[in-house]
């Protein structure tokens, strides 16, 4: 079992940042990829950005490539996600989420994550 606590979450200005943490606790040896989806009022979650445990491959959907950082520490216990230049249309709650080893599949897709943290919060203002 693997459990997942977000943290960081706030409210900015836009064009300011942001730093969000998951504290992954639990077995995360079980798991190969580790990602933020991000849920705005009345719209589906969405992924923003994954990072691979073994390689530290990185992946981000294209809205905030060039903004945000998704970084893990050396003991894979930790997956930051930095975020720069936020927008408006960043607002939303954030979720770390992971996903067991050899399921596979397209790492932005929501039901092949196992584990889901309880989300944080985070307000772009204009």
């Known amino acids: 079992q693997v459990q997942l606590v977000e943290s960081g979450g706030g409210s900015v200005q836009a064009g300011g940042s942001l730093t969000l943490a998951c504290i992954v606790s639990g077995d995360p040896a079980t798991t190969d990829l580790t990602s933020w989806f991000r849920q705005a009022p009345g719209k589906e979650r969405e992924a923003v950005a994954g990072i691979r445990s073994r390689s530290s491959e990185t992946l981000y959907w294209d809205s905030v490539k060039g903004r945000f950082t998704i970084s893990q520490n050396n003991a894979k216990n930790v997956v930051s996600l930095q975020m720069d230049s936020l927008k408006p249309e960043d607002t939303g709650v954030y979720y770390c989420?992971?996903?067991?080893?050899?399921?596979?599949?397209?790492?932005?897709?929501?039901?092949?994550?196992?584990?889901w943290g309880q989300g944080t919060q985070v307000t772009v203002s204009s």
């Open positions: 989420a992971a996903r067991a080893k050899a399921v596979g599949g397209l790492w932005y897709l929501t039901g092949t994550y196992k584990y």
